[in-house]
Structures are given as C-alpha cells and as structure tokens.
C-alpha cells in the first residue's frame, strides 16, 4: 500500500541552528501538506502545495521556515534559526487533489530543540 | 476556532461497542463531518466522512442526528490497536482541516 514519506524520524538539534525536514507523497497525489503537532494537542496546518504552488501558508511563521516544493513531487521544510518553541512533531499529509475526502499522513518527523 | 466539542477521554471494554460523541451544533448546511485518528506516535488516518445520511465502511458507522448537530462515530467492536485519539472535524469540502484536541479513547483488555 502506498504511504507517505518522510525523513529523518527524529531530529534534536540546538537553537539558532538550521533544519530541514523531506516528504514523499504518494504517488500521483497534487496536493501537499505540512503540519506542526505541539504536544497535547491537535495538528496545525502550516502549508498546503497544489503542485509546486503554495495555495495557503497563512500559519507558517514566514521569518523562520520556508517550504518548497520544485518539481510538484517531494518537498522540503525548513527551520532557520530553530528555537525552543519549536519542538513539536511536523507531519506531511498528501491527497490526490485539493478538496479530496482523505489526507494521507506520514509518520512525522520529531523535532527537540535544546 | 474548532467547530466542535468533543469529550476529553474514554474507555471501552475490548470486544465492545465504542460509541465517540461529537457535538457541532453550529454546523452549517454544506459541512462534512469527519473523524480522523491518531495513534500515539503515527500521523493522522482518515477514518470516515458523512454530510446528512449516516455511512458505513469497514473500519466504522458515522450515525448524524437528523438535525445535525451531533454525531456518534461507532467502533463496532473495539480492540487494543484502536486506542488512539479520535479527531471529530465538521468542514467544508474543500477547506482545510481543523483539529481540535480530540477524545482519547483507551480499549482495555
């Protein structure tokens, strides 16, 4: 069954320094998401691709991360500098198009920032 | 804001019914509601949607109260795999997904 993907699992680093986080949609699937999961609560959504173009980044905190996705297929998440507040588990979602019924999520990637 | 008000925890028996409630009372007439759930550690699955009629797949019933603004999500026989936290999400279609905090749900032996 095809899943998303997403590296690395966990990821600890210190603050001011730089990260970056991969996702792999499935294959076939236009739309992407990232999504940040504080502990304790629900996620949040930070950006959402269709394609290679941003349709809505109004939650990401545009001083500090940056979000790509070139050629439309696997996209990068970055954090620069990271700060204590944003250790948080970051989750990438796809579905076959905008308005789809399901999100398909990976596993996530886990963030501690010291 | 969430749209929905979900209790913070439950158990369930394993082998029983477990029925999760969600109040929307605020629901307007073109929502969906949705139940997603999170297993500790994994992302999100998308469990079951409905608009007015209830629906029914092989992981779970979604019964909408004929004024729709409440739903039950029904595991018709709970196991020890469906402890998660259960997402109860009331959208448009082609919106995005709001996640409140959820109801807990521990299946015990």
């Known amino acids: 069954e095809a899943e998303v993907a997403q590296s690395p699992r966990y990821k600890i680093t210190e603050k001011s320094q730089a990260v970056a986080f991969w996702c792999d949609p499935i294959s076939g699937h236009a739309t992407l998401y990232w999504y940040r999961q504080i502990l304790g609560q629900g996620p949040e959504l930070l950006v959402q691709?269709?394609?290679?173009?941003?349709?809505?980044d109004s939650q990401l905190p545009k001083d500090r991360f940056s979000a790509e996705r070139l050629k439309g297929v696997d996209s990068t998440l970055k954090i620069q500098p990271a700060e204590l507040g944003d250790s948080a588990m970051y989750l990438c979602a796809s579905s076959f198009r905008t308005g789809s019924d399901e999100q398909f999520f990976g596993p996530g990637t886990r963030l501690t920032v010291l | 804001d969430a749209k929905t008000t979900q209790p913070t925890s439950m158990d369930c028996a394993e082998g029983r019914a477990a029925n999760l409630p969600c109040n929307h009372s605020?629901?307007?007439?073109?929502?969906?509601v949705y139940w997603y759930r999170q297993i500790h550690s994994q992302g999100p699955q998308y469990i079951i949607h409905g608009l007015k009629n209830n629906e029914t797949n092989e992981m779970a019933s979604l019964i909408i109260t004929e004024d729709r603004k409440s739903s039950t999500l029904i595991l018709p026989h709970a196991t020890l795999r469906d402890t998660a936290v259960y997402y109860c999400i009331v959208k448009f279609n082609t919106d995005k997904l709001i996640f409140g905090t959820g109801t807990r749900l521990q299946v015990f032996p």
């Open positions: 691709f269709q394609d290679e173009s941003v349709v809505d």
């Open positions: 605020t629901i307007s007439g073109n929502e969906y």
